[in-house]
């Protein structure tokens, strides 16, 4: 890859990076909101550098400078000029270089979606951090829970608040291949970027499954079958649904919100 060629892959990744974090929010497919700044200063940096390679080299199909290079280097015992035959490789990269462009051309041209159920389906257990004390929940019904409030009432909550009440969530669908007729509203959720991603799955009963990866809203009450009382453990991370509802992908895929309440 020529030096000029080098120029035009950093103005395209400066391009690229600037389009997704700048422009629009399609950067929350890859990292957490926080890395924002960071990502608009990184697009920055490259298209100065891209920029400065440009002005320097010179873009593609633009006439090549005479340096002059070729008639001052020194000759070699056989009379060969020793520039002559080293010169070329000294403006030229790696050919797999050429492979950068692949990504770059990605998110240009269509941007990839964010994680969901394949990654979801390999993932094993919830994680959900320990919780010390539980707020009331409010009277409304049915109550609108994060994945991670209803996964830590069932199994953390010795008052059982959740006993007989009926509960609002959202997450996406990742089918269920160990039991039949069940499936998994899940969340992935994000410390840093994809690469990191863990996952917050609640067994549905009671409905159909909708098509893997669909973003759904699910309103039920707890499904005792399975394992322990509620509010211990071992109780099963389960709900039976009285309702599934399509919805629209959130904006940041991977923050475990809260819906709002109907």
């Not at 039976?240 to 919100?257: F, G, I, K, L």
Request: include cysteine; hydrophobic fraction near 45%.
């Amino acid at each position: 890859m020529r030096r000029h060629v080098q120029a035009v892959l950093l103005l395209l990744t400066g391009a690229a990076v600037l389009h997704i974090s700048l422009l629009s929010e399609v950067y929350l497919r890859y990292v957490k909101a926080g890395l924002r700044p960071f990502l608009i200063a990184s697009a920055v940096l490259l298209l100065v550098l891209g920029v400065v390679g440009a002005v320097r080299d010179g873009l593609p199909f633009a006439p090549r400078r005479d340096t002059g290079e070729e008639e001052d280097a020194p000759a070699d015992a056989d009379g060969d000029e020793y520039g002559h035959a080293h010169g070329h490789a000294h403006g030229s990269g790696p050919r797999v270089a050429w492979v950068l462009f692949l990504p770059v051309l990605a998110l240009l041209l269509y941007a990839p979606p964010a994680l969901g159920s394949y990654t979801a389906a390999r993932e094993t257990g919830n994680a959900v951090a320990r919780v010390a004390r539980f707020d009331r929940l409010p009277d409304t019904d049915p109550v609108p829970l994060a994945l991670s409030g209803f996964i830590a009432r069932v199994q953390q909550d010795r008052d059982r608040s959740l006993a007989g009440r009926t509960v609002l969530m959202t997450g996406f669908v990742t089918p269920a291949k160990d039991r039949a007729g069940t499936w998994y509203l899940t969340r992935l959720v994000v410390s840093c970027c994809a690469a990191d991603s863990r996952s917050l799955r609640v067994r549905v009963h009671g409905a159909p499954a909708p098509p893997a990866d669909t973003w759904v809203t699910v309103t039920g009450t707890w499904h005792s079958g399975g394992g322990g009382g509620l509010g211990t453990a071992t109780a099963a991370v389960a709900l039976d649904a009285r309702s599934v509802e399509r919805v629209d992908e959130p904006v940041n895929p991977y923050q475990d919100t809260t819906p709002l309440p109907r």
